[in-house]
């Protein structure tokens, strides 16, 4: 991985494949955080998008998420309950720290996740990208939250302060937006209606000569419904608060764990599964 002191590159078979940045300069509405942009295929096709018109504060590839204890770690407007999408003072950003180990396929991180009231959270991101094919890469990314406050916390979406559906927030992708709306489907299902807020071992996202594969690579992340995005732009995440507020007590950590296939082409279901199988075995 070659880096600088605000950019690393992932390398996989010695193709650049992503570009991590760590110390992002955007206005505090966006959330600051470090994110991955631009993902590509092995061929060279990008699979991100990065501050998009239609949603400006969504960055790549990275973990976001709407209200730890009230603070916006998402960006843009805050669901506030019985009155809808309001702006408040109330974003929060994701500082890097250091990197604790630095490949040429991966990094460990260190982040502070950090309000007006302090450092609410503590993060270890790690990031690993693997060759499957000629035709597909995997991203392996892991992040663990820890509270390092006195007090207890809780992560929560716009769906657990009154807007159904609406539980984005952890683990985020947003795709490249083109003509037509990629096609979306699990192993049982597809469409945007079948896909989003189900739970499924695996999802896909296929666009025009790219295919996404997104899997839980544990029992707790795969138990997260996935949030989808098709039509009005775009994008997939893993739910860390569907139906109710996820606790975070104090020195307590939350782990999630996706790993997404990168392939050039459109998969079908046999080989989307098949490259899923291939990426998160142990």
């Not at 003072?89 to 009231?117: I, K, T």
């Not at 959270?121 to 006195?150: C, G, H, I, K, P």
């Not at 896909?195 to 029992?219: N, P, S, Y």
Request: aromatic fraction near 8%.
């Amino acid at each position: 991985m070659t880096s600088s002191n605000d950019t690393a590159v992932l390398r996989v078979a010695g193709r650049p494949v992503g570009r991590y940045v760590t110390r992002p300069e955007l206005p505090a509405r966006l959330s600051p955080r470090p994110y991955l942009h631009p993902v590509t295929t092995l061929a060279g096709t990008s699979v991100t998008e990065l501050t998009p018109a239609d949603h400006a504060h969504h960055l790549g590839v990275g973990v976001a998420v709407p209200d730890v204890e009230g603070s916006n770690f998402w960006g843009g407007r805050t669901y506030v309950r019985d009155q809808g999408p309001t702006e408040l003072d109330n974003h929060g950003s994701q500082r890097h720290m250091a990197f604790q180990l630095r490949d040429p396929d991966g990094f460990v991180e260190e982040l502070r996740w950090v309000a007006a009231g302090g450092e609410l959270l503590r993060e270890r991101r790690t990031v690993a990208a693997t060759e499957l094919t000629d035709q597909a890469w995997a991203l392996d990314l892991t992040f663990s939250l820890t509270n390092v406050t006195q007090s207890p916390l809780s992560i929560g979406s716009p769906a657990t302060n009154g807007r159904p559906g609406a539980a984005y927030g952890g683990f985020f992708w947003r795709a490249r937006k083109e003509a037509a709306a990629p096609e979306v489907f699990t192993a049982d299902a597809e469409g945007e209606a079948g896909a989003h807020g189900r739970r499924a071992d695996w999802l896909a996202l296929a666009g025009d000569g790219w295919t996404l594969v997104f899997a839980g690579a544990t029992e707790q992340t795969r138990r997260d419904p996935w949030f989808v995005r098709t039509e009005e732009y775009p994008g997939v995440g893993s739910s860390l608060a569907y139906d109710e507020r996820l606790p975070i007590p104090p020195g307590e950590t939350v782990v999630r764990r996706v790993v997404t296939v990168v392939a050039d082409g459109r998969l079908d279901r046999d080989a989307a599964a098949a490259l899923v199988r291939k990426a998160v075995s142990p």
